[in-house]
Protein backbone atom coordinates (compact mmCIF):
# COMPACT_ATOMS: atom_id res chain seq x y z
CA UNK A 1 0.00 0.00 0.00
CA UNK A 2 1.26 3.81 -0.83
CA UNK A 3 0.19 6.89 -0.06
CA UNK A 4 0.33 9.28 -3.14
CA UNK A 5 -0.69 12.77 -1.49
CA UNK A 6 2.32 14.77 -1.48
CA UNK A 7 2.92 14.48 -5.33
CA UNK A 8 -0.67 16.39 -5.42
CA UNK A 9 0.66 19.25 -2.90
CA UNK A 10 4.11 19.81 -3.73
CA UNK A 11 3.68 21.06 -7.31
CA UNK A 12 1.61 24.03 -5.64
CA UNK A 13 4.26 25.17 -2.56
CA UNK A 14 7.31 24.70 -6.04
CA UNK A 15 5.02 26.85 -7.91
CA UNK A 16 3.94 29.31 -5.66
CA UNK A 17 7.48 30.13 -4.05
CA UNK A 18 9.27 30.20 -7.01
CA UNK A 19 6.69 32.46 -9.03
CA UNK A 20 6.74 34.67 -6.01
CA UNK A 21 10.58 35.18 -6.09
CA UNK A 22 10.67 35.91 -9.77
CA UNK A 23 8.33 38.31 -9.44
CA UNK A 24 9.57 39.87 -6.40
CA UNK A 25 13.03 40.58 -8.70
CA UNK A 26 11.37 41.68 -11.37
CA UNK A 27 9.07 43.84 -9.88
CA UNK A 28 11.58 45.53 -7.82
CA UNK A 29 14.02 45.86 -11.02
CA UNK A 30 11.03 47.58 -13.03
CA UNK A 31 11.89 50.57 -10.49
CA UNK A 32 8.41 52.83 -11.18
CA UNK A 33 7.29 51.48 -14.03
CA UNK A 34 3.52 51.55 -13.44
CA UNK A 35 2.69 47.79 -13.56
CA UNK A 36 5.38 47.52 -10.94
CA UNK A 37 3.29 48.07 -7.93
CA UNK A 38 0.93 45.42 -8.95
CA UNK A 39 3.64 42.72 -9.72
CA UNK A 40 4.81 42.99 -6.17
CA UNK A 41 1.47 42.52 -4.96
CA UNK A 42 1.26 38.96 -6.90
CA UNK A 43 4.62 38.18 -5.35
CA UNK A 44 3.57 38.44 -2.22
CA UNK A 45 0.20 36.75 -2.23
CA UNK A 46 2.47 34.19 -3.90
CA UNK A 47 4.93 34.37 -1.40
CA UNK A 48 2.01 33.66 1.34
CA UNK A 49 -0.09 30.85 0.24
CA UNK A 50 3.28 29.24 -1.12
CA UNK A 51 4.82 29.41 2.47
CA UNK A 52 2.18 27.57 4.28
CA UNK A 53 1.78 25.57 1.60
CA UNK A 54 5.37 24.42 2.03
CA UNK A 55 4.37 23.17 5.94
CA UNK A 56 1.80 20.89 4.21
CA UNK A 57 4.31 19.39 1.92
CA UNK A 58 6.50 18.38 4.41
CA UNK A 59 3.21 16.68 6.44
CA UNK A 60 2.31 15.05 3.21
CA UNK A 61 5.94 13.77 2.45
CA UNK A 62 5.88 12.27 5.42
CA UNK A 63 2.46 10.75 5.44
CA UNK A 64 4.06 9.24 2.18
CA UNK A 65 7.25 8.28 3.44
CA UNK A 66 5.75 6.23 6.17
CA UNK A 67 3.88 4.01 3.60
CA UNK A 68 6.89 3.82 1.02
CA UNK A 69 9.13 0.82 0.30
CA UNK A 70 12.85 1.84 0.24
CA UNK A 71 16.60 0.58 0.31
CA UNK A 72 18.81 1.67 2.45
CA UNK A 73 20.24 4.20 -0.36
CA UNK A 74 16.41 4.97 -0.73
CA UNK A 75 16.48 6.27 2.61
CA UNK A 76 19.67 8.13 2.79
CA UNK A 77 18.26 9.95 -0.40
CA UNK A 78 14.75 10.64 1.35
CA UNK A 79 16.61 12.23 4.50
CA UNK A 80 18.71 14.99 2.00
CA UNK A 81 15.51 15.62 0.19
CA UNK A 82 13.45 16.56 3.29
CA UNK A 83 16.76 18.68 4.93
CA UNK A 84 16.02 20.67 1.57
CA UNK A 85 12.28 20.65 1.96
CA UNK A 86 12.61 22.39 6.04
CA UNK A 87 14.98 25.20 3.99
CA UNK A 88 12.57 25.49 2.22
CA UNK A 89 9.59 25.97 4.78
CA UNK A 90 11.59 27.86 7.35
CA UNK A 91 13.21 30.18 4.66
CA UNK A 92 10.20 31.20 2.93
CA UNK A 93 8.18 31.69 6.07
CA UNK A 94 11.22 34.17 7.50
CA UNK A 95 10.60 35.60 4.20
CA UNK A 96 6.92 35.57 4.51
CA UNK A 97 7.11 37.41 7.74
CA UNK A 98 9.78 39.78 6.43
CA UNK A 99 7.84 40.88 3.30
CA UNK A 100 4.67 41.61 5.42
CA UNK A 101 6.64 43.75 7.39
CA UNK A 102 7.93 45.75 4.48
CA UNK A 103 4.71 45.70 2.64
CA UNK A 104 4.57 49.29 1.57
CA UNK A 105 7.52 49.62 -0.53
CA UNK A 106 9.40 47.27 -2.53
CA UNK A 107 12.37 44.42 -0.91
CA UNK A 108 16.00 46.04 -0.44
CA UNK A 109 18.84 44.23 -1.42
CA UNK A 110 18.73 41.98 1.47
CA UNK A 111 15.55 40.54 1.23
CA UNK A 112 15.75 40.33 -2.27
CA UNK A 113 19.44 38.07 -1.27
CA UNK A 114 16.99 36.18 1.02
CA UNK A 115 14.20 35.07 -1.30
CA UNK A 116 16.55 33.67 -3.83
CA UNK A 117 17.92 31.79 -1.33
CA UNK A 118 14.12 30.51 -0.57
CA UNK A 119 13.86 29.93 -4.47
CA UNK A 120 17.01 28.26 -4.74
CA UNK A 121 16.45 26.05 -1.54
CA UNK A 122 12.96 24.95 -3.14
CA UNK A 123 14.19 24.07 -6.61
CA UNK A 124 17.16 21.92 -4.59
CA UNK A 125 13.73 19.95 -2.76
CA UNK A 126 11.84 20.25 -6.29
CA UNK A 127 15.06 18.06 -7.83
CA UNK A 128 15.33 16.48 -4.83
CA UNK A 129 11.98 15.03 -4.93
CA UNK A 130 12.18 14.56 -8.55
CA UNK A 131 14.94 12.08 -8.34
CA UNK A 132 13.23 9.85 -5.49
CA UNK A 133 10.07 9.68 -7.49
CA UNK A 134 11.67 9.00 -11.12
CA UNK A 135 15.08 7.72 -10.49
CA UNK A 136 14.84 5.74 -7.25
CA UNK A 137 10.77 5.10 -7.55
CA UNK A 138 10.15 5.84 -4.03
CA UNK A 139 6.46 5.70 -2.89
CA UNK A 140 5.77 4.20 -7.31
CA UNK A 141 2.94 1.48 -6.37
CA UNK A 142 4.36 -1.95 -7.58
CA UNK A 143 7.85 -0.83 -8.07
CA UNK A 144 9.64 -2.98 -5.44
CA UNK A 145 9.30 -6.21 -4.62
CA UNK A 146 6.67 -7.38 -2.04
CA UNK A 147 8.88 -8.09 1.11
CA UNK A 148 11.06 -4.61 0.81
CA UNK A 149 10.37 -2.75 4.19
CA UNK A 150 8.91 -0.05 5.09
CA UNK A 151 11.13 3.15 4.79
CA UNK A 152 10.24 4.60 8.04
CA UNK A 153 11.31 1.43 10.12
CA UNK A 154 14.34 1.02 8.19
CA UNK A 155 15.04 4.53 9.02
CA UNK A 156 14.63 3.84 12.89
CA UNK A 157 16.11 0.31 12.59
CA UNK A 158 19.58 -0.25 14.41
CA UNK A 159 22.67 -0.53 11.87
CA UNK A 160 23.51 -3.87 11.82
C1 LIG B 1 8.76 21.94 1.17
C2 LIG B 1 8.93 20.66 1.33
C3 LIG B 1 8.99 19.66 0.19
C4 LIG B 1 8.94 19.84 -1.16
C5 LIG B 1 8.82 21.15 -1.93
C6 LIG B 1 8.99 18.53 -1.78
C7 LIG B 1 8.98 18.27 -3.15
C8 LIG B 1 8.86 17.02 -3.74
C9 LIG B 1 8.66 16.77 -5.14
C10 LIG B 1 8.54 17.85 -6.23
C11 LIG B 1 8.56 15.42 -5.31
C12 LIG B 1 8.33 14.68 -6.63
C13 LIG B 1 6.81 14.59 -6.81
C14 LIG B 1 6.38 13.85 -8.04
O1 LIG B 1 6.79 12.72 -8.24
O2 LIG B 1 5.59 14.40 -8.82
C15 LIG B 1 8.71 14.80 -4.00
C16 LIG B 1 8.67 13.45 -3.76
C17 LIG B 1 8.79 12.86 -2.51
N1 LIG B 1 9.01 13.53 -1.30
FE1 LIG B 1 9.05 15.54 -1.04
N2 LIG B 1 9.08 17.57 -0.78
C18 LIG B 1 9.09 18.23 0.44
C19 LIG B 1 9.19 17.65 1.69
C20 LIG B 1 9.26 16.29 1.95
C21 LIG B 1 9.39 15.70 3.27
C22 LIG B 1 9.52 16.45 4.60
C23 LIG B 1 9.38 14.35 3.10
C24 LIG B 1 9.49 13.34 4.23
C25 LIG B 1 10.18 12.30 4.22
C26 LIG B 1 9.25 14.08 1.67
C27 LIG B 1 9.19 12.83 1.07
C28 LIG B 1 8.99 12.57 -0.28
C29 LIG B 1 8.77 11.26 -0.85
C30 LIG B 1 8.67 9.94 -0.07
C31 LIG B 1 8.64 11.43 -2.25
C32 LIG B 1 8.39 10.32 -3.30
C33 LIG B 1 6.97 10.43 -3.88
C34 LIG B 1 5.88 10.20 -2.88
O3 LIG B 1 5.47 11.17 -2.27
O4 LIG B 1 5.44 9.07 -2.69
N3 LIG B 1 9.19 15.29 1.01
N4 LIG B 1 8.88 15.79 -3.05
Known amino acids: MTSQLHPYVVHFSVGLI ?3 VVLFW ?3 LAGSRP ?3 DLLTAARWNLW ?3 PLALVSIGSGFVDYIAAQCDADAVAATILHRRSGAVTWWSSLI ?3 AVYRTRHRAPGPLL ?3 LLLVGVAAATAAALG ?7 AVGVHGAWPADTGRCFELERSPPL
Open 35 to 37: WAA
Open 130 to 136: TGLTYDR
Open 26 to 28: VGT
Open 95 to 97: AAI
Open 49 to 51: IGS
Open 112 to 114: LAW
Open 18 to 20: LLG
